[in-house]
């Protein structure tokens, strides 16, 4: 300590005494407080100060090295400067140490025998930590200002960002370095992107290159898989006195949502494979009844067949348009016009002439309800084809198919010139008949009506949307 008094201050040999008797008990003042403690004399150019002597706390240092022999300049610890300029104690003022680490100085004049300051002894914490909170309280109160803009913009748009409330939120700074995350976000960020999120790159993780390209990327919501793990991300911007500071981003996770529609894909491919395989049962069991069929002589064994033949063809085809597609139900309107088609082409004549129409809108039924609908249709039309129209050489058959009420409708009619007591006759003793009320008030919980209006005869059926006890 003498030399470099000698070297660089102008003290006196009474006044280097003082501070050697001091420097001996720096040791148990640094164990005292815990913290780094100096002894610093004025230098002989009037400005800087020079370290004298250190001590270091046996728990954690400032410092990797010996900084005794250092200049301490002013511009650096300002309140070393304080206390020799104004002779005064100095508590708590920032600084940065010699090596670049933020601190917080308290200093205390020495004082020789005639009352002269010719050194200071000076007590540093380190307030990194403390710095680095207060840099994120401010930003954070920027962001939240901004937020708070943001979010008033989006609510005055109609969007609804409060689906976000329960997602990870991110912001991140203008050069798309993280600065806060939330604790789902943080959670989210560990797991499966490893590391701390505070500083990360998770732009690049996105693949933009600029917050530009993330806000004009991510605009809307967009699926991003790390891993096994897929997650949503949409960003809005931040933009602070008309500039474009960062921007929120949106972390939602999906994996779960997408596990089970992988689930359900699994399952509906399933259930389209069951479907295609009893359609091709039912064609094997319509293969065979026909063969039966032609073996026979008898017009009226054959006609027994064929009905029987066109009952089974309108269940298989509503397999077969199940086996086609992934929804869960089937276009009512649709099965109608392709078991009338049918129908007909089996039925007429050559010399017939017979005038079909379906009308009415798009009334999607699910599977329980198809199949009995498809045989009730199947029913109707050929009651109308073979008791409605067999005489005439012209004839209408017209279908209507509605929704109304939390029923479906479905109305039959034919312009057929059928005596009455012959209709009359039909209505009661027909099979096709007794099947449409047993499907229709049985297992439809719905209810039939056939009657004659205006010189047609009208089937009308209505079934609740959903069976009771079915399938909602």
């Known amino acids: ?23 001996a008990q720096l040791p148990f003042i640094a ?14 150019n009037g400005v800087d100060a020079i370290v004298l002597a250190w001590a270091r706390p046996e728990t954690h240092s400032l410092y990797g090295h010996s900084v005794v022999g250092e200049i301490a300049y002013a511009t650096r610890e300002p309140a070393v400067y304080q206390a020799f300029s104004t002779s005064e104690m100095v508590r708590n003022v920032r600084g940065v140490s010699q090596e670049g680490v933020p601190i917080a100085q308290t200093v205390v004049p020495l004082r020789n025998s005639r009352g002269r300051v010719v050194g200071v002894l000076i007590m540093e914490k380190d307030i990194s930590e403390e710095i680095r909170q207060e840099a994120r309280v401010e930003f954070l109160s920027e962001a939240a200002d901004q937020l708070s803009n943001t979010l008033m913009a989006l609510s005055m748009t109609g969007s609804s960002w409060e689906e976000w409330l329960g997602n990870g939120l991110f912001v991140l700074n203008n050069q798309g370095a993280v600065t806060y995350a939330n604790r789902n976000a943080a959670r989210m960020y560990r797991e499966y992107c490893g590391g701390e999120p505070l500083g990360g790159e998770l732009m690049n993780r996105l693949g933009c290159r600029t917050m530009e390209e993330l806000i004009d990327k991510m605009s809307n919501p967009m699926e991003f898989e790390f891993g096994l793990a897929s997650f949503l991300f949409q960003a809005h911007p931040l933009v ?30 399933t259930i389209r494979e069951i479907h295609h395989r009893v359609k091709n049962n039912l064609q094997n069991v319509v293969a065979l009844l026909r063969m039966q069929m032609h073996r026979s002589q008898s017009k009226v064994v054959k006609t027994e067949f064929n009905t029987c033949i066109n009952r089974i063809l309108s269940i298989s085809q509503v397999h077969d348009v199940f086996s086609h597609q992934n929804w869960d139900s089937i276009d009512l309107k649709e099965l109608a016009e392709y ?6 082409e089996s039925f007429s004549l050559p010399r017939q002439q017979i005038k079909t129409s379906v009308q009415g809108q798009a009334v999607r039924v699910d599977a329980v309800q198809a199949v009995p609908m498809a045989l009730v249709i199947n029913e109707l039309v050929t009651n109308s084809l073979k008791h409605g129209v067999k005489a005439n050489s012209y004839g209408e058959i017209s279908i209507l198919v509605e929704a109304t009420g939390g029923k479906n409708h479905i109305v039959v009619a034919d312009n057929g010139t ?17 099947i449409v009320k047993l499907l229709i008030c049985d297992q439809l919980k719905g209810m039939f009506r056939l009657e004659r209006c205006g010189g047609a005869t009208v089937a009308s059926v209505s079934f609740p949307t959903h069976v009771a006890g079915g399938p909602e």
Request: proline share 1%; aromatic share 6%; glycine share 4%.
């Open 31 to 44: 164990s005292l407080t815990e913290t780094d403690i100096f002894i610093d004399a004025p230098a002989n």
């Open 1 to 23: 300590m003498r030399d470099l008094c000698l070297q660089y201050t102008d003290l006196a040999d009474e006044d280097i005494d003082l501070l050697e008797k001091m420097g």
């Open 339 to 344: 078991i009338l088609q049918k129908l007909v």
């Open 240 to 269: 602070a006195y008309g500039d474009l500071s960062g921007c929120v981003l949106s972390m939602q996770d999906v994996s779960e949502l997408r596990r089970k529609e992988r689930e359900l894909n699994a399952q509906s491919a």
């Open 418 to 434: 059928e005596l009455a007591e012959d209709w009359a006759q039909e209505k009661k003793n027909s099979m096709g008949l007794y």
